[in-house]
């Protein structure tokens, strides 16, 4: 029982480039959510999603897209990335709310 | 948007010693979460709280949801070198699914 994956641990991206970065959780959990921490704060949710196919905005949801297709996988797009966005990204699954959440071990982006 | 504030920002104490942190926001709560990080890795849930005024206890950890659902406190006794890490409040807003996270407050422990 793997929980939840990330994929890639580390990237470093040049401004414009694109990217997805990759979530799996085999713990069949409803929710899903992505995350961005940045030194000195907390994390700040960017997308989630409830369900298959359903998607919603967060807190800071400009510059990012999501999609939901598999019920395991959450990907995270970057269409043209930004140094900005240089950041630790945490991805998180829960069962049936939004309260007990199980983290990834994060993916690491540079962007220069 | 929705801020909780937590304090202190950090915290140097020698093993053994007692902890105390906070968590507060200018809005209401109807859950508060505690979670911890270790470096590199992502954060671990360790008490939620659910209702005004309950007290909530997790081995050495317990924690505190206030009676006005603005606060929350997170008290850790005789501290271990294994508690070292950032230790985060968090809490649902409007429909439950968008989750606030606060700055964090990152202890170390001397040995």
């Known amino acids: 029982n793997a929980g939840v994956t990330q994929t890639p641990k580390f990237r470093v991206l040049k401004t414009g480039q694109s990217m997805t970065l990759l979530c799996a959780q085999d713990?069949?959990?409803?929710?899903m959510y992505w995350y961005r921490q940045d030194p000195g704060m907390g994390l700040r949710l960017i997308h989630y999603s409830v369900g298959e196919g359903t998607t919603a905005k967060g807190e800071v949801p400009d510059g990012y897209n999501v999609s939901r297709l598999k019920k395991q996988n959450f990907l995270l797009g970057l269409e043209s990335a930004a140094p900005s966005q240089t950041s630790v990204y945490f991805c998180?699954?829960?069962?049936?709310?939004?309260?007990?959440?199980?983290f990834g071990p994060g993916t690491r982006l540079t962007v220069t | 948007g929705q801020q909780l504030n937590q304090s202190p920002q950090s915290m140097f104490i020698q093993e053994g010693e007692d902890v105390s942190m906070n968590c507060t926001s200018s809005s209401i709560f109807n859950t508060w979460l505690w979670y911890k990080q270790d470096p590199g890795e992502g954060p671990v849930l360790l008490i939620a709280l659910y209702k005004a005024g309950e007290l909530t206890s997790n081995g050495r950890l317990t924690a505190q949801f206030g009676i006005t659902r603005k606060d929350s406190f997170l008290n850790i006794s005789a501290s271990i070198p294994s508690d070292v890490g950032i230790y985060f409040c968090a809490g649902p807003i409007y429909n439950n699914n968008d989750m606030r996270f606060g700055a964090g407050t990152r202890l170390t422990v001397k040995p």
């Open positions: 713990m069949n959990h409803e929710y």
């Open positions: 998180a699954s829960s069962w049936d709310s939004a309260y007990e959440q199980y």
